[in-house]
């Protein structure tokens, strides 16, 4: 079971301009922020960025994302939208990607940092 997902950031203030209305659509909330941290979750910390400790800037993995579970596709279009309108990056428009499997309905954006998001419904609406 994961306990909690990080991704670095350089400007804690910047990703929460961006996270605030982007992990909302998601029900996500903030719980927590610091000088070197802003963490969000539904109660507990779930997902959080932070300015990493070795001091060296952040940078995106090649190959990892983090895919946050929506309830439909209104919610993944929402999502994508609010993304792009805080200050994210395109990096797969909402639709069907049928080479997971025939209901996998998603988008794909870029944080300010690079990072890459999914959100993601299985549901037909």
Same mark, same amino acid.
């Given at each position: 079971?994961? $306990?909690?997902?990080?991704?670095?950031?350089?400007?804690? #203030?910047?990703?929460?301009?961006?996270?605030?209305?982007?992990?909302?659509?998601?029900?996500?909330?903030?719980?927590?922020?610091?000088?070197?941290?802003?963490?969000?979750?539904?109660?507990?910390?779930?997902?959080?960025?932070?300015?990493?400790?070795?001091?060296?800037?952040?940078?995106?993995?090649? #190959?990892? $994302?983090? %895919?946050?579970?929506?309830?439909?596709?209104?919610?993944?279009?929402?999502? $994508?939208?609010? %993304?792009?309108?805080?200050?994210?990056?395109?990096?797969?428009?909402?639709?069907?990607?049928?080479?997971?499997? %025939?209901?996998?309905? %998603?988008?794909?954006?870029?944080?300010?940092?690079?990072?890459?998001?999914?959100?993601?419904?299985?549901?037909?609406?």
């Amino acid at each position: 079971m994961i $306990h909690h997902v990080s991704l670095g950031t350089s400007d804690v #203030g910047r990703a929460r301009a961006f996270y605030d209305p982007v992990l909302a659509v998601v029900g996500f909330r903030l719980i927590r922020q610091d000088g070197e941290a802003v963490h969000y979750g539904t109660g507990e910390i779930l997902f959080s960025l932070v300015v990493p400790v070795d001091g060296r800037p952040a940078s995106p993995g090649n #190959g990892v $994302h983090v %895919a946050f579970a929506a309830q439909d596709k209104a919610m993944v279009q929402a999502f $994508h939208r609010a %993304a792009l309108a805080h200050g994210g990056s395109e990096d797969g428009a909402p639709g069907l990607r049928p080479e997971y499997n %025939a209901n996998y309905y %998603a988008a794909f954006v870029r944080d300010p940092d690079g990072n890459k998001l999914e959100a993601v419904t299985h549901s037909s609406r």
